[in-house]
């Protein structure tokens, strides 16, 4: 498919263990960003990623959060010993580098549930 | 601090009806930009307009207007003769770079158009 591939759709884990969460973007996008999706807290940036550059991790909301991107494509999400309050959807989304308008393209999300 | 604001959590009306949308922002920026989503129930955000601080010329596209208004900090939407398939939660999202890296996102409004 041509669009952000993000994975597992969905994943239920115990407290305090650690998930990874994976995004594959739209080829020849240099930027990439993670959001997190919760009902109490609405969309929130995370983290992005563009090129070569370091990443902008202000908004990762607390050490047990990490990102990385390999070969300036594929992302992983990682949180270390899952809260509850981590229980949220959690969005890639991915933009050229030249985009026009500013669009970002997002993927369908992994749900994260944490028992 | 940068903030968006959608009052209307749910609106639900038949379908023909117009509608619209309401994102007031707060922002100490002269320059920034605001953009509107849509989140259908498959999840993925899809992009439907970005609109830059020194443009408040109205945007019509098809059945969606956008009405920019800086001296009420506002950035509405309006759906003309709405159908089945505008049902969707909306995104109101304010950033200070023109490629949105950071996204600030109001809290949704969820959109029911019922037949």
């Known amino acids: 498919g041509a669009g952000v591939s993000q994975s597992p759709s969905n994943k239920v884990t115990e407290k305090g263990k650690d998930v990874e969460l994976r995004c594959d973007p739209i080829s020849g996008h240099t930027a990439l960003y993670w959001y997190r999706q919760s009902l109490g807290q609405g969309l929130e940036f995370l983290i992005y990623f563009q090129g070569n550059s370091a990443p902008d991790k202000s908004g990762l909301p607390s050490d047990r959060f990490s990102a990385e991107r390999t070969g300036g494509s594929v992302s992983t999400l990682t949180i270390q010993r899952t809260q509850q309050e981590d229980s949220a959807v959690y969005l890639c989304a991915s933009r050229p580098r030249r985009g026009v308008t500013g669009e970002l393209f997002f993927g369908e999300g992994s749900r994260l549930t944490v028992l | 601090a940068q903030k968006v604001t959608q009052a209307q959590t749910e609106i639900s009306v038949v379908e023909k009806e117009d509608v619209t949308l309401d994102c007031v922002y707060e922002?100490?920026?002269?320059?920034?930009?605001l953009f509107w989503y849509k989140q259908p129930p498959s999840g993925e955000l899809v992009f439907l307009i970005r609109?830059?601080?020194?443009?408040?010329q109205n945007e019509i596209s098809g059945r969606y207007s956008w009405n920019f208004q800086k001296s009420t900090s506002s950035f509405n939407f309006t759906i003309t003769a709405s159908q089945v398939v505008d049902s969707a939660v909306y995104f109101c999202?304010?950033?200070?770079?023109?490629?949105?890296?950071?996204?600030?996102f109001g809290q949704g409004t969820r959109l029911t158009i019922n037949p």
């Open positions: 999202a304010l950033s200070q770079e023109e490629g949105a890296q950071k996204l600030v």
């Open positions: 609109r830059n601080s020194f443009d408040e």
């Open positions: 922002t100490r920026d002269t320059t920034y930009y």
